[in-house]
Structure formats: C-alpha cells, structure tokens
C-alpha cells in the first residue's frame, strides 16, 4: 500500500491534537506543517521527537518526513 499525504495526516492526528496540519507528499517523501499547543514550552528537537513517537512503527512506511512544527502562538505571528 502506497502511503499518501492523507495517511500521513490521519497518522498523526490520531496522536496529536493540532491546531492546524497540512502534508504533502509523493509516496515516500512528505512535508509537513503541523501547529500544536502540546508543542508549547518544547525545543524544536523536542517537538520533532513528539511526532516521530506519535508515527511510531508506521515511520516504517514513510520514507522521509520533513516537517515545520509550531505552537499556535507562533503560527498567529506568522500569519
């Protein structure tokens, strides 16, 4: 099964509760916007680390993920 930017999507919505999400993606590589208020008070390495956890084994189907993740403050700035 090709995995889509849906999939992607829909993994890590079941893990994290986000503001704002969107992936987009070829199959194997996706890019990722998420905005989360658990991202709040956590470095960059650590924001990152809570995807990966949230992806666990279904990492194993995705090839790379590259992803921007932002507290819902940061993401007001940037509007």
Same mark, same amino acid.
């Given at each position: 099964?090709?995995?889509t930017p849906d999939n992607v999507k829909e993994f890590i919505l079941?893990?994290?509760?986000?503001?704002?999400?969107?992936?987009?993606?070829?199959?194997?590589?996706f890019d990722a916007l998420i905005v989360s208020q658990a991202?709040?008070?956590k @470095?960059?390495?650590?924001?990152?680390?809570?995807v990966y956890q949230v992806l666990?084994?279904?990492?194993e189907k995705?090839?790379?993920? @590259?992803m921007k993740?932002?507290?819902p403050t940061q993401w007001a700035?940037?509007?």
């Amino acid at each position: 099964m090709k995995v889509t930017p849906d999939n992607v999507k829909e993994f890590i919505l079941l893990g994290l509760e986000c503001e704002h999400i969107h992936v987009d993606g070829d199959g194997r590589h996706f890019d990722a916007l998420i905005v989360s208020q658990a991202f709040e008070g956590k @470095s960059l390495l650590q924001q990152h680390k809570l995807v990966y956890q949230v992806l666990g084994d279904k990492m194993e189907k995705i090839h790379a993920l @590259s992803m921007k993740t932002l507290t819902p403050t940061q993401w007001a700035a940037s509007a």
